[in-house]
């Protein structure tokens, strides 16, 4: 039987385990993907320390992934070996829940999470359900592509809807793996980009990706600063600090929203008085479905945006989550296989 390379999770809070297991075979309404590169994302720690309830191990952790379709079940009829294609954190749904009726799939009572309910893309091979699977432009580089699938379409996807129109002042709090996008991404949407950061040594990246000031929040109040232009229409936050998070609020014009991505149990400090009287808002954000990655994919083929990454081959892949993990990684590690 052919054989795969694969980093396992052995056991909650078990170390990586390089290990050869039989190449998966596809269901009728699956696929298999040749996996060219993967993304470490903070969310691997669910898998990793055994965060999500119920869940089987070993599991290959995952949910960047680019790469080719290498097999395809005999029901499907969108994808053909050899296409290039991608996976992010929406796995799937089941069609059948209220959600998936009103065509929200991504709201799906029974959403698939890739790595999570299903082996992810630390390894050779992986299989997809079909609807999850995203068609990849040939101008992306794999590496480059694999955080988007993750990283790029929850900034992405959460920003084109937050309502705002071109020329808008939109502020993104945070310069890191969500935040080095996020300004690329609203920059190229056509708002006005303003970067909140902490540290005066992060000026001259903010600006190189697109923002048009950069606010020191160590150094400077940001809502002093942000309300002198005006006030922004969205706050998108990024970094997973609820303090830093919660001070987005009063970045806000009235009317303004604040778009949480940055993942964090930590609870938001905000009052009912800080919302009601200016009509403020806020709102959470998770991913978007195969179709959404593939605008985001398609978009920053278009426009340039691109992760800055570290590149690390699959051997090393406990050498790149613990780069992830200890926030020493500029700006996404990648698996390349
Ligand atoms: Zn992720
Ligand atoms: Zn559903």
């Known amino acids: ?15 990586f385990q390089l290990v050869e297991r039989p190449i998966p075979e596809p269901g009728r309404t699956q696929v298999r993907i040749k996996v060219e590169a993967c993304g470490v994302c903070h969310s691997d720690v669910l898998v990793k320390q055994g965060l999500w309830q119920g869940l089987p191990y070993p599991r290959i952790p995952g949910h960047e992934v680019a790469g080719r379709i290498d097999a395809a079940g005999a029901d499907v009829t969108q994808w053909q070996p050899g296409q290039r294609v991608g996976v992010g954190w929406h796995g799937g749904h089941c069609f059948t829940c209220e959600f998936c009726r009103r065509g929200d799939f991504i709201l799906c009572r029974k959403e698939k999470i890739t790595g999570i309910h299903f082996d992810g893309g630390y390894a050779d091979y992986m299989i997809a359900p079909a609807e999850a699977v995203a068609a ?8 480059e592509a694999a955080p988007l699938m ?3 379409i929850t900034v992405f996807n959460s920003l084109r809807n937050a309502g705002g129109r071109p020329g808008d002042l ?23 980009t303003i970067a909140v950061g902490r540290g005066a040594d992060k000026e001259a990246l903010a600006r190189k990706l697109g923002a048009s000031v950069y606010i020191d929040a160590a150094a400077d109040n ?3 600063a942000v309300q002198k232009l005006g006030g922004a229409r969205i706050a998108l936050a990024t970094a997973p600090d609820s303090k830093g998070i919660s001070a987005m609020v009063d970045v806000l014009a009235p009317g303004g929203k604040l778009l949480v991505v940055g993942a964090t ?18 709102q959470g954000w998770p991913s978007g479905t195969a179709m959404d990655s593939e605008d985001t994919l398609n978009f920053s083929a278009q426009t340039g945006v691109r992760p800055m990454i570290e590149k690390y081959p699959l051997e090393k892949a406990a050498e790149a989550y613990e780069q992830m ?3 020493r990684a500029r700006f996404r590690a990648v698996l390349t296989m």
């Open 325 to 327: 993990m200890s926030g």
């Open 150 to 152: 993750c990283a790029g």
């Open 222 to 224: 940001p809502a002093a």
């Open 170 to 192: 939109v502020v993104v709090q945070g310069i890191g793996g969500l935040g080095h996008l996020g300004i690329q991404y609203a920059r190229q949407m056509g708002f006005r």
């Open 1 to 15: 039987m052919a054989t795969m390379r694969a980093a396992q999770v052995p056991k909650p809070g078990g170390d």
């Open 265 to 282: 149990a930590d609870p938001l400090n905000i009052t009912p008085l800080q919302l009601i009287l200016a009509r403020k808002n806020v």
């Open 136 to 143: 990849m432009p040939d101008e992306l580089d794999a590496a």
